[in-house]
């Protein structure tokens, strides 16, 4: 697949750009969640395709395992990363276990010197008006 030369070296501007990497990146059929993470240089750069590392069942959702996630970026040389998952519904909508999660895993980031730039949800390409995707850094922010 060309994808790798494709994202590698590029400058992340928006949550919109990750979650088109994270897209490309989920199977045609989601009929299970899988998590990634995106690891990224401490300037946003993208250092390697998105890494999955985690697939749920079609009867319930993936792992989402801090020390599998750490452990993948930190071996791509990540100082920055954002993690992702879909939603086989089609509805991005975050659960409280989504925020609880995201806070989770940006104190576990800062703890061992990487930075938590964003956890997004991925959705049915028309949900969250159009966008597509959850972007829990600006949820939070908000």
């Known amino acids: 697949m060309q994808m790798e030369n494709t994202v590698v070296g590029i400058s992340l501007q928006t949550p ?3 979650a088109a ?19 990224l240089d401490a300037h946003g750069k993208v250092l390697a395709k ?3 590392v985690s697939v749920g069942h ?8 801090a020390g599998v996630i750490f452990r993948e970026a930190l ?14 519904s089609g509805d991005p909508t975050p659960s409280k276990a989504d925020y609880d999660t995201t806070g989770k895993l940006k104190a576990g980031a800062n ?17 969250a008006s159009g966008l597509g995707f959850v ?3 600006e949820l939070m922010a908000e």
């Open 50 to 52: 998105p890494i999955l």
């Open 21 to 39: 990497m994270i897209r490309a990146a989920l199977p045609k059929e989601q009929k299970e969640e899988s998590v990634f993470v995106l690891p």
């Open 16 to 18: 919109a750009e990750a």
């Open 75 to 88: 071996k791509a040389g990540a100082e920055e990363i954002i993690v992702a998952h879909n939603h086989p």
């Open 58 to 65: 079609e009867d319930g959702t993936a792992a989402i395992d």
């Open 135 to 137: 972007s829990m850094a």
């Open 111 to 127: 703890l061992i010197g990487l930075e938590l730039i964003d956890h997004l949800i991925i959705g049915a390409p028309e949900s």
